[in-house]
């Protein structure tokens, strides 16, 4: 058996055990799945996530095997992405750097968070802010450039 035909047959059962789950899911009803989970039996509902949770897996395993192997085999695209890797690595310093930590007291659920803690949040924000501008800065001057062609 090649591996297509291995890959539809998987497919095939995680896609029938999905149904399968869902009906169950289904037939037992919203109050009752609420009721069990107040009392911690999560059994009719974990079936289906171990399926989605597969198959998020397999997605992602066939992402990074195939971007990795394009990236051996067409060599000038290894070049730009690590030119853009480099980039929002420095972003994430910059950002990290930019953030200092906070000297405010945050709890969520009895836990208080601590500084190191703040300011990985801080740079996650800076981060995201830092990213915001420079895609819309790009999408301006893409616009612009349109425009006057």
Known sequence: MDLHKILKMLVGV?????IIFLIRIISKGDEAIKAAALDGDTAIVEPMAIVAYIILGMILLFVVFFVLKNLVTNTGSLKS????????????????????????????????????????VGAGLIAFYILICASAVTMLFSGIKKMIK
């Open 14 to 18: 995680l896609g029938l055990a999905g």
């Open 81 to 120: 992405t690590l030119i853009g890797l480099g980039a929002f690595v420095g972003v994430l310093v910059i950002a990290y750097v930019l953030s200092g930590g906070d000297t405010n007291v945050y709890k969520y659920n009895g836990i208080e968070a601590t500084s190191g803690q703040s300011q990985m």
